[in-house]
């Protein structure tokens, strides 16, 4: 017996009942993954998502929205005054694609042609340390890291094997790092970079317990191949 199709989406590219098919329908075009991405940490302006995906064109990025909003996964909204414009976020059931995308992070990032070294945002850098924690190692330790990328601002708190990351000012933080775009990050976090040579260069600042920052660190790594 053929059952009703319960959406106008699912089947329209592959005419298939599996939830995977049905997962590229609604997230699988060039872009849809990436502006959800950008959309884990809270919601964005329409510009913010330019800046933060220079490779998108206003129509892809239109065209994106749209279509992830027609799926249930993103809703768009104006903020009260004296803000007042319009911002985009996603639902509570697009928030649940966050344990997707990391394990779907930590599986390519484990393949040979990875290359950590191309450029990404903000938000991509704080959500690859959530991914890449070392949940053990971390388990029994606390802290409020603060980062400070380009002139975005945001707290990890690290608590029972735990790390959850909010756009917050710096303030009231253990430790912080500024730095001058992600990149200086991934090498201090990634590539084990000696701190002192990208201080040196300008590159990054780190402020509060040293000493604590820098065992931070080495609570992340890359998964090997």
């Known amino acids: 017996m ?22 590229l329908e609604l997230v699988g075009e060039r872009w849809s993954l990436l502006v959800m991405r950008e959309l884990m940490l809270g919601p ?9 995906l220079p490779g998108i064109s206003a129509k892809v990025l239109t065209e994106r929205l749209a279509g992830l909003e027609a799926s249930g996964v993103v809703l768009r909204e104006t903020l009260p005054p004296p803000a007042a414009v319009q911002v985009y976020g996603l639902t509570e059931w697009g928030y649940r694609a966050e344990p997707i995308m990391q394990e779907l992070g930590r599986w390519a990032a484990a393949s040979p042609l990875h290359d950590p070294g191309l450029p990404l945002s903000s938000v991509s850098f704080m959500l690859s340390l959530r991914t890449m924690l070392d949940t053990a190692r971390a388990d029994g330790g606390s802290a409020a890291a603060g980062f400070g990328i380009g002139e975005d601002t945001f707290i990890a708190r690290l608590a029972n094997g735990e790390m959850p990351v909010r756009r917050e000012s710096i303030d009231k933080v253990d430790f912080a790092f500024l730095a001058r775009d992600a990149q200086v990050l991934v090498a201090l976090f990634y590539g084990k970079v000696d701190p002192a040579t990208l201080e040196a260069a ?24």
């Open 2 to 23: 053929k059952l009703p199709k319960e959406t106008k989406i699912h089947g329209r590219w592959y005419d298939d009942a599996c939830g995977t098919a049905f997962a």
């Open 44 to 52: 964005r302006r329409f510009s913010d998502l330019r800046a933060s």
């Open 202 to 225: 300008g590159a990054l600042e780190i402020r509060g317990d040293r000493a604590a920052a820098f065992a931070f660190v080495t609570l992340f790594a890359l998964p090997s191949g």
